[in-house]
């Protein structure tokens, strides 16, 4: 019983997040501004942004309900905090802001904290739950190489 409150729990604070990230995006890929960059050829249409999104959050909150049942601490939490604010926080940089350079470093620091929670919280009952961030480890690798062409292209 406690897994599943874990899983709702998440579920809602991560889709909360992400809502938290497109109010603070503005007009976000619909505005002038980001229609009129010039964008790497393998950007997605924008319904697959939704999808993915969709996708990563789910198995992300399954496997933060698994973590936080076997390893619940402040420095977890704090890692977590770390990540909710850094991927809340990259829409408001580059939609909003227009600050595509902090944007990017705003998207390799969630990666790293990501790949950090895959490394290190691995071992013993988490071994085969962590696999469930492998999604979100792959979607950042290719915000970031979107992100790193609207930088160097623009």
Same mark, same amino acid.
Do not use: C
């Given at each position: 019983?406690?897994?599943?409150?874990?899983i709702i729990l @998440?579920?809602?604070?991560? @889709?909360? %997040?992400? &809502?938290? %990230? $497109?109010f603070f995006m503005g007009d976000g890929p619909n505005g002038i501004w980001? $229609?009129?960059? $010039? +964008? &790497?050829? #393998?950007?997605?249409?924008? #319904?697959?942004?939704?999808?993915? #999104?969709t996708l990563i959050m789910i198995c992300f909150s399954i496997y933060l309900s698994f973590? @936080?049942?076997? *390893?619940?601490?402040?420095?977890?939490t704090t890692i977590y905090g770390i990540a909710l604010l850094l991927n809340i926080s990259w829409n408001y940089l580059f939609f909003n802001q227009h600050f595509t350079s902090i944007a990017l470093y705003n998207l390799i620091a969630l990666a790293l904290v990501?790949?950090?929670? @895959?490394?290190?919280?691995?071992?013993?009952?988490?071994? +085969?739950? *962590?696999y469930l961030l492998v999604p979100y480890i792959l979607w950042l690798c290719i915000a970031i190489s979107l992100n790193g062409y609207v930088v160097l292209n623009n």
């Open positions: 019983m406690k897994q599943i409150h874990y @998440f579920l809602i604070l991560n @889709f909360v %997040g992400l &809502a938290l %990230g $497109n980001y $229609n009129s960059l $010039n +964008k &790497a050829s #393998w950007t997605p249409p924008g #319904w697959v942004f939704r999808v993915v #999104w973590l @936080f049942s076997l *390893r619940k601490s402040k420095y977890v990501i790949i950090y929670l @895959f490394i290190s919280f691995g071992d013993d009952e988490l071994s +085969k739950m *962590r």
